[in-house]
């Protein structure tokens, strides 16, 4: 099949395939041949199975068609227009894999994709009738309130996850449907089930659907008006699905009686080298006959025969046959479409042409928007859906009953501390675990988070649902949240029933823990961006939290000369040196070792006449304390951007989605 002429005349007609068409489609990867010379069509109110062994090319065909794999030659078109960005917001695909969050309910997650995902100028009450409305015709009005659930988790079935996934797609009302193999791992009346559903669906609302399926009973298979078959990367066979046994017959490959036809379609094309030439020459001098032109002889090779191979698409067809249908369009039209529209341009009614604004083509049927919901509704609604997800991971009730515990076990152990010499080591020691424990807890949860999620957010980011800046500030925002709850309430209790210094050293330390916590949940996001693997992602988390407790200033006060510069690579180091300097410096005085015959005080001003008081100055350079309180914590907005930096850098450009 020939391209369209860009260059016909004004007054000249051609012809648009209506529907989605492919032709001659050609995809290599990594040196690998993935398809050769693919064609076929695609039509409004029609199922178009595409059927075939495994590695035949199917999958690797719906990601052509959806625009996530580029094609070397060949082209795409929707109702005649080549598939570019814009219009690749009109094809939805479903993936074979059902991934959601578990612990939503069906409705949380369809009311986000809803909310997300359809217009900004659409009213949100009626973007929730619109999911409704599809959530009754998929049949999924009834578990509304029912989680989604997973291995471990209870939620919805098989089926009900199926019809879940397809909604999420189909609420943007696209005009094309693909799906990858939706019936996978179904029983056979949820199968049957879940395709009659999308039959009906499509014939109602007239979509163009594509969809791959494995090995379907006899039942479902002929529930597809038209059928692709894929052998090796080729295609095999297009047409009606009726005629497919026929066909085979034709090629001297008949079937017996009482045989399922998929069955049989998928044992010939597995038979061997031998078979699959045979079929492939076949369909290729089919072809040869209608085409009605010089072709390669049928003693060619199998690559020979498939370099030029193309579907036959010429003829105006009868759209009851499941066959392709065309529609007319103006020269000028076409001409027209192949540059950027202007609003003065518009095609005059014509006799046996169709009439259209391309300025209503441009701004209403493909809109140029890159995303159909503002930065400030995407971020909204990603805070609270990350919100909902993460507070039963950050606040689930092991995790306030380890913060009782080691609240009432700190509290007992260093219990009124009395303010002497002898208890400074104990003082620093509380000062340092609280330092510890509330900025490594944060980074271990932060570590498992995106492991956690990164399956739903690749397939969202593939799908071009939102913009990755909002939800990586959706995610900061709402973690460090829900992490700042716990050490208020640790350290309302410890501080006072340690004793530590009075009012004013209370705040300024719970808001140096409250920075210091978000410096660890921001080391732990970039660690796990870094990873995307759980295990690894703790294992180098172990690594990194050991080489910052060392280097923190409670172990190590003596380091030598020329490795004592790595300190400062610690952000410990500067928390619980601010820490340090608020109990010394705000609290009340350190009373002077008693003097004994085995025992005396390190600090000379402790000797000066009848002085029993330690001067904080003195405290602070005996702790080479050097810097003023700002000089300690302001670093840790450093450590905070960094990461922060780090970790967007990494997901947008390291970890994009496949």
């Known amino acids: 099949m020939t391209d369209v002429d860009s260059n016909l005349d004004p007054g000249e007609t051609a012809k648009a395939p209506e529907g989605l068409v492919f032709r001659n489609v050609i995809v ?56 570019d960005r814009r219009i690749k917001r009109k094809i939805c695909y479903v993936l074979q894999n059902d991934i959601f969050f578990s612990n939503l309910t069906l409705k949380e997650t369809l009311s986000f994709t809803a909310i997300l995902r359809l217009p900004e100028e659409m009213p949100q009450e009626d973007k929730l009738d619109k999911m409704m409305t599809l959530a009754k015709e998929l049949g999924l009005q009834r578990c509304m309130d029912t989680t989604m659930g997973d291995t471990f988790c209870p939620g919805l079935s098989g089926g009900e996850k199926k019809r879940a996934n397809i909604a999420c797609e189909l609420i943007t009302d696209p005009d094309v449907i693909l799906l990858d193999e939706p019936t996978s791992g179904l029983d056979y009346g949820t199968a049957f089930s879940l395709i009659q559903t999308l039959k009906t669906y499509t014939e109602h609302h007239q979509k163009t659907v594509v969809t791959t399926i494995h090995q379907p009973s006899s039942q479902i298979f002929f529930q597809f008006d038209t059928l692709l078959l894929m052998c090796a990367g080729h295609s095999v066979y297009y047409g009606n699905t009726r005629d497919v046994v026929d066909y085979f017959a034709s090629i001297e490959l008949p079937m017996t009686s009482h045989y399922n036809p998929a069955d049989f379609i998928l044992e010939k094309l597995k038979s061997g080298p031998e078979i699959q030439e045979k079929i492939i020459k076949a369909s290729y001098e089919k072809r040869k006959v209608l085409k009605n032109t010089d072709m390669l002889t049928h003693d060619n090779s199998l690559e020979e025969i498939h ?60 809109s140029r928007r890159k995303w159909p919901t503002k930065f400030i509704t995407q971020y909204k609604q990603l805070t609270l859906r990350t919100f909902r997800q993460s507070k039963i991971r950050i606040m689930n009730k092991f995790k306030l009953i380890e913060t009782v515990f080691l609240t009432v076990l700190l509290s007992l152990i260093w219990f009124q501390l009395p303010r002497i010499e002898e208890t400074l080591r104990d003082r620093m020691g509380v000062l340092f675990y609280i330092s510890m424990h509330w900025g490594f807890t944060p980074l271990f949860d932060a570590v498992i988070s995106f492991p956690m999620e990164k399956l739903v957010i690749n397939k969202e980011r593939a799908a071009g649902w939102y913009r990755l800046s909002a939800y990586y500030l959706a995610k900061i925002t709402t973690e460090i949240t829900l992490i700042i709850v716990q050490p208020i309430f640790f350290l309302t209790i410890v501080y006072w029933s340690v004793g530590l210094s009075g009012p004013g050293p209370f705040f300024a330390t719970m808001g140096t823990i409250f920075v210091h916590s978000f410096v660890g949940q921001t080391m732990g996001l970039f660690l796990g961006i870094l990873c995307m693997d759980m295990r690894r992602g703790i294992s180098i988390a172990t690594v990194v939290i050991m080489f910052i407790m060392l280097l923190g200033g409670f172990y190590t006060r003596n380091m030598p000369v020329w490795i004592s510069w790595i300190k400062y690579f610690s952000f410990l180091h500067y928390t619980f040196h601010a820490l340090l300097y608020l109990e010394f410096s705000g609290g009340s005085p350190i009373q002077c070792a008693a003097e004994t015959g085995t025992t005396s005080s390190n600090f000379p001003s402790c000797f000066e006449g009848n002085n029993t008081r330690i001067p904080a100055q003195d405290l602070l350079q005996f702790y080479r304390i050097d810097l003023s309180y700002w000089g300690y914590f302001m670093p840790l907005f450093v450590f905070i951007s960094l990461f922060l930096l780090l970790g967007y850098v990494q997901l947008r450009f390291f970890q994009k989605s496949k």
């Open 28 to 83: 290599h990867a990594n040196g690998t041949s993935l398809l050769n010379s693919v064609c076929g069509a695609a039509l409004p109110g029609h199922l178009l199975a595409v059927m075939g062994p495994s590695g035949s090319g199917k999958t690797s065909l719906l990601n052509t068609l959806s625009g996530r794999l580029s094609i070397d030659s060949g082209e795409v078109t929707l109702n005649g227009i080549p598939v």
């Open 307 to 366: 370099k030029d191979f193309s579907a036959v698409m010429g003829e105006e067809r009868d759209l009851d046959q499941g066959k392709w249908k065309w529609r007319e369009i103006p020269g000028k039209v076409l001409n027209k479409l192949k540059r950027k529209p202007k609003p003065s341009d518009t095609v005059e009614e014509d006799t046996g042409s169709i009439h259209m604004s391309l300025l209503d083509l441009e701004n209403t049927t493909f």
